[in-house]
């Protein structure tokens, strides 16, 4: 399939290709992003922007699109296509060729307009400007329409319109744990957010991740009592520095009282985790900001996930969401990481950090 998402620059064509591409890329079908920084180093630079030039390179993306097409891969192109006859040519030489138009009024792409391009040609500084002196003719005949005119657009609303009526094919897969998010923190989005689907495939992603964990747990214990795994401390600090795995062990082991005196302490660290996405091996005591760069000691996450969930079942209201949060957060890197945990403890304890999270949602969905 090729897909080309056709407007005028300003238009949101590009943005609404990203976020659609990030969507197919779950797929399991291959998938290519094109736009039009692509295409000039792709296709060279030796075509400037008059309508000759313009038209020559609209059928060198064709011709582009149709060489992917021919070797089974699917092309997303966000394109500003403005001769009809190159969009009859796709659609008589391109298998599955496809045209989504995004709609927006002139008004409306010069307030958006971050790089003055209808400005600069409106006040004759630049020429070959596609709305001002070059006409732009929409789609003759496209296969969908958006009406991109809000101010705000729903973006995700946008890309599953446009894949529910192109029918296309995506896996629903939990996608936050594909990649070392201690290596690659993510950046949670609530445009993600999927509804039934994704709270399924965010079970199925947590159940393999236990699955994993206790095969590895159980190869690496043959002879050991998984009810050896006592944690223990000296002390949590020194005259500097906050000790994170002694400071969690605490947490983790104290009472009550333990947890209220340290509250404020802890509260401050999942704010810094917040940030960072990361756990660092010492915090200086007078702020709790991190003292030492290194971020890999992996039992901190377990320890810091049943922290989270025993300040969770200890506080009421919003307060609850706002651990939950954290939880739900430092459990995906637990997941993303889950190959590299080779000790004994740390599996163990990763172990109860997914499987109290999800005994958590079970209060929820």
Request: a neutral charge.
């Amino acid at each position: 399939m090729v897909i080309w998402i056709i407007g005028m620059s300003a238009s949101g064509k590009t943005t609404i290709g990203k976020k659609l591409f990030e969507k197919l890329e779950n797929s399991n079908q291959k998938w290519v992003f094109l736009d039009g920084d692509t295409y000039r180093n792709i296709l060279g630079e030796d075509l400037g922007h008059t309508l000759e030039d313009r038209k020559r390179n609209a059928y060198r993306i064709s011709r582009l699109c149709e060489y992917f097409a021919s070797q089974d891969i699917n092309v997303l192109a966000c394109v500003l296509s403005i001769f009809h006859d190159n969009q009859k040519y796709n659609k008589e030489n391109i298998a599955n060729y496809k045209e989504v138009y995004i709609d927006v009024e002139f008004d409306n792409l010069l307030r958006r307009d971050n790089k003055e391009l209808y400005k600069r040609a409106l006040n004759s500084e630049i020429e070959n400007v596609v709305g001002v002196d070059i006409e732009f003719k929409p789609p003759y005949a496209p296969d969908m329409i958006i009406d991109n005119n809000l101010d705000n657009p729903n973006y995700h609303k946008i890309t599953q319109q446009i894949i529910g009526q192109l029918e296309l094919k995506i896996e629903n897969i939990y996608s936050y744990t594909l990649k070392d998010l201690l290596k690659q923190p993510e950046k949670y989005e609530y445009s993600k957010f999927e509804g039934v689907n994704f709270f399924k495939q965010f079970r199925l992603e947590r159940k393999e991740t236990l699955d994993f964990l206790n095969a590895r747990l159980k190869k690496i214990t043959v002879n050991t009592d998984v009810n050896n795994f006592a944690l223990d401390f000296d002390d949590y600090k020194n005259k500097k520095n906050l000790i994170l795995r002694d400071f969690l062990t605490f947490l983790y082991l104290g009472d009550k009282v333990d947890l209220e005196k340290q509250k404020s302490s802890f509260e401050t660290l999942v704010k810094r985790f917040e940030v960072s996405k990361k756990l660092y091996l010492t915090y200086n005591m007078k702020d709790i900001r991190k003292s030492s760069t290194f971020f890999n000691e992996l039992l901190n996450y377990c320890l810091f996930s049943l922290v989270l969930q025993r300040y969770y079942y200890a506080s009421s209201g919003q307060q609850k969401l706002v651990y939950l949060n954290s939880v739900l957060k430092v459990n995906d890197i637990i997941s993303s990481i889950k190959s590299d945990l080779i000790f004994a403890n740390e599996v163990y304890y990763s172990l109860k950090a997914i499987d109290g999270e999800l005994k958590i949602l079970g209060e929820y969905i």
